[in-house]
């Protein structure tokens, strides 16, 4: 589907495709880990039978989301249902967001596929799968012999939050970098982006930037990472028939770090810090998605508050398609903050957006121009 142009205006967001569309919800129930097994733990969580995508717990609470996945759905499952459709948005020019949400443990992890270990089997998560069909798609269209030739520039960046500090994973000795905003856009100077050609560049530099990131052990998961990893594939797409339109879109997938109180993962001196900062950014967040989905969108929103919300505000409230994955463990044990996640997963149900396709100015300026000598050249004969 071709971008047209309006010839009132140079503005970016020139078309009028701009409508509101809510923050879509899907909640994945994780079976239960061994852990929680030897614990002698009792499921808690359970999906409605009909197939409708609400579940129940302790069969009491009832919630409904967009999507409800269970351990009966595999990553190819969550894959084909939720992200697959939003990778069209994607190449033709809008910015798309998947955050994975939920306390240490539930599967955020292992449903965004951040760690990847190099092997596309049946566990490689979102982020793999979504690189190698960005490629696919890509691949495609630009060597397709219609007349509506597409050409592709990708490139990637890997960040990772952690107590207020943005580190570049993909700096050779973890640089900090600095969030600012220029002309309504959120930008990080410095930030090593990469350009790469293929789904196996990616897949190899995804391995590289996760094994740098920090890992913490508490009590709750040994290898639990206790900061937010923010992988974003830029993807700049020029038509190379009659209108040379260009328009610029980016995917964030974001890896947010526990959801749980210090307190349950027996924090202190080091660690505690850490979940100090780490709910900063998430309370900066949960005040966010409360006042985005009580309705006054109009209002003041604190984007400001933390890095987070900044490096999110277009993903909540503004310019993207945006996707959370609320995870949870199914247990019993873990009842108190699964409410949590539900709670907050419901409330950013209500939150609107206005995604928009991103065209380049100068190249909407280039077509305008090239439309007025069009018309000149044919007063002249
Ligand atoms: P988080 O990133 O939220 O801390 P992880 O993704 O690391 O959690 O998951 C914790 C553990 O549970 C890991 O061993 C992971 O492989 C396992 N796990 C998570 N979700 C699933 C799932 N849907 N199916 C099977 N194992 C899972
Ligand atoms: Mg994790």
Redesign the pocket.
Known sequence: EGVTMSTTSLNTNANSDGEADTVSVAL?V??L?RSEIERGCQIAVQRAGDGSPQVTVNRAETFTYNYVFD?ADSQQDIYDDCVHPKLKKLLSGYNVTIL?Y??????????MGTSFNGIMDENAGVIPRAIHEIFKEIDAMSSSDTTSKSKFVVTCSFVELYQEQLIDLFSPNRSTVDVREVKSRIVMPGLTELQVQSAKEVTDYLMKGSAGRAVGSTAM?ES??RSHAIFTITVVASQTDGRDSVTTSKFNLV?LA?SERASKTLASGDRFKEGVNINKGLLALGNVINSLGSGQASGFIAYRQSKLTRLLQDSLGGNSITLMIA?VSPADYNVAETLSTLRYADRALQIKNRPVVNLDPHAAEVNQLKDIIQKLRMDLL
Do not use: E, H, M
Request: net charge positive; charged share 20%.
């Open positions: 994945r994780r079976p880990v351990t994975a939920g306390q240490t443990g539930s599967g955020k992890t292992y449903t998961n639990s990472s890896d526990g995870c």
